[in-house]
């Protein structure tokens, strides 16, 4: 009778051993799903670290790894998320720097001074501008945002697989 109990007893912490985890899994699932990343981060952070109520949890190896995983992608989707924007601002910068001459123009176009130099400026503005655009979201952006698009389903894919992935 004490082996059918002690056998019973087992297998119910094994089956809560199973579970630790599953609701901060969830809640990493939809946060990744929702772009959520800084969320994302404390909670597999929580996880991996054992920290405040995950401090009971019994997780393998494993598991730790897969939200461990979780984290590293998230983190490195919002390092990829401000390269992109420190890329674009740049660029925008540049625009900037172009509009400049926006002012010789109108001051050519005001005084009525339609000579050469005014077509010109016209034509020089209008390539600097189509170059600024062409280089910021051709490859450059285009890259970057594939590599963010990426980084979200390995960020979903890991959080998944963490939460149903269970051994």
Known sequence: ???IDSIEQQSKVQQHRNRDGVEIGYAMIVTSFFSMDIV????????TCGCCC?????????????????????VAKIITWGVFFVLF?????QLLGVSNNIGEIND?????????????DITD?????????????????????NLICILS???ILFAC???FQRG
């Open 40 to 47: 994302t981060i404390v909670l597999g952070s929580i996880v």
């Open 89 to 93: 601002f740049n660029s925008f910068y």
């Open 161 to 163: 697989l963490y939460t």
């Open 54 to 74: 995950a401090s009971e949890y019994q997780l393998s190896k494993k598991s730790k790894r897969l939200a461990t995983i979780t984290v590293v992608t998230a």
């Open 153 to 155: 389903i390995m960020n």
């Open 1 to 3: 009778m004490k082996d």
């Open 125 to 145: 503005f209008n390539d600097e501008i189509t170059h600024i655009a062409i280089t910021t979201l051709s490859a450059g952006g285009n890259t970057i945002l």
């Open 108 to 120: 050519d176009f005001n005084t009525g001074n339609y000579g050469s130099d005014f077509n010109n």
